[in-house]
């Protein structure tokens, strides 16, 4: 709970139980996510009350949306969105964020890398769904907008994920089409020797080389 009301910080399917102020109040959450940006959330308070509901919008995200029965809403990348209204049992709120693509730099540590990020995810290459990239130093985006695709084509009997993505890309300077995954998801569990990577890119005044790797 946060102040007068109740705050979502996390998006993930499951129940919970607070004591706000105005009573106690139990939220149903169902989602897919981060698979995709849907987030339908069912309030059940004890009794009809009006409490305000602080939602979380990712600083990664550009369009935010919350629709209730009668209002919609829109929130503000990295900061909270608040729906203040009465609440009765069964009423819900659908949320709808965009899984944003982008690149993420390396910093100062390493400033000619960058990370490709889908949603609140970090993306890397794994060698096992890549079986023709030889040199992973020699792979990486072809744009520094990359876009992404579903490869379920791609998905391994073995793989322990949901989450593949092909993305258009250069290998050793030539376009080629690649296949990301969660990088917490990746190496295969029947390939010890599999091996993943985050993306790095190399650029300079007159030209622009596109790498792939984990930061040394």
């Known amino acids: 709970s946060r102040g007068k009301g109740v705050a979502i910080l996390l998006y993930a ?71 203040d209204r009465r609440w ?15 690149l993420l730099p390396g910093g100062p540590s390493y400033p000619y890398s960058v990370a490709v990020q889908r949603g609140p995810q970090l993306l890397a290459l794994e060698q096992t769904l890549n079986p023709g990239v030889q040199d992973f130093q020699a792979a990486g985006p072809s744009t520094i907008q990359p876009k992404l695709a579903p490869a379920h084509d791609q998905i391994r009997a073995d793989w322990s994920g949901k989450q593949v993505y092909r993305m258009q890309a250069l290998v050793a300077g030539k376009p080629r089409e690649l296949i990301l995954v969660p990088f917490a998801r990746g190496s ?26 984990a930061p040394r």
């Open 13 to 83: 399917p499951g129940r919970v139980t607070l004591q706000a102020e105005a009573g106690r109040v139990t939220i149903e959450s169902k989602t897919s996510y981060p698979l995709d940006g849907t987030v339908e959330l069912t309030m059940r308070p004890e009794h009809p009350t009006r409490f305000p509901l602080y939602l979380r919008v990712p600083a990664w995200t550009r369009q935010y949306r919350a629709t209730t029965s009668d209002s919609r809403y829109t929130g503000i990348p990295g900061q909270f969105l608040t729906i």
């Open 188 to 213: 295969s569990p029947s390939s010890p020797r599999s091996r993943t990577r985050a993306f790095k890119f190399r650029t300079s005044t007159s030209t622009t080389s596109r790498r792939s790797g």
């Open 88 to 102: 009765g049992a069964g009423d819900t709120v659908r949320i709808e964020m965009d899984m944003t693509v982008q």
